[in-house]
């Protein structure tokens, strides 16, 4: 079984930077696009940030310039620095992850999710 395990989340002030981490772990063939979506109270869930295993990015333009997302294959690990931190990023933080079980299976597997607060 693939699990998609989630750290770095917290409590920071506005302006401030996190750094979240997601590693892969288990059994699977290689891993497609990987990216982080995240939910505010009240709100829907919204993609973030992207990245192809090639190492390409694609932001929404609410975090463009702030936030970096980055990957290790080698570490089957996916990451997302965010600086300049405002209380509107506050939400709870999901990784997600296009993982092969076989060259022809793909499943779409999800972190447990992670509390972000950006506040004073």
């Known amino acids: 079984q693939v699990q998609l395990v989630e750290s770095g989340g917290g409590l920071v002030q506005p302006g401030g930077s996190l750094r979240l981490s997601c590693a892969a772990s288990g059994s699977f063939f290689s891993i497609d696009v990987m990216g982080w979506y995240r939910q505010a109270p009240g709100k829907q869930r919204e993609l973030i940030a992207v990245?192809?295993?090639?190492?390409?990015?694609t932001y929404a333009d609410s975090v463009k310039g702030r936030f970096t997302i980055s990957r290790d294959n080698a570490k089957n690990t996916v990451y997302l620095q965010m600086n300049s931190l405002k209380p509107e990023d506050t939400a709870v933080y999901y990784c997600n992850a296009g993982i092969r079980r076989s060259p022809l299976f793909l499943e779409n597997s999800w972190g447990q999710g992670l509390q972000v607060t950006v506040s004073s």
């Open positions: 990245i192809t295993s090639g190492g390409t990015p």
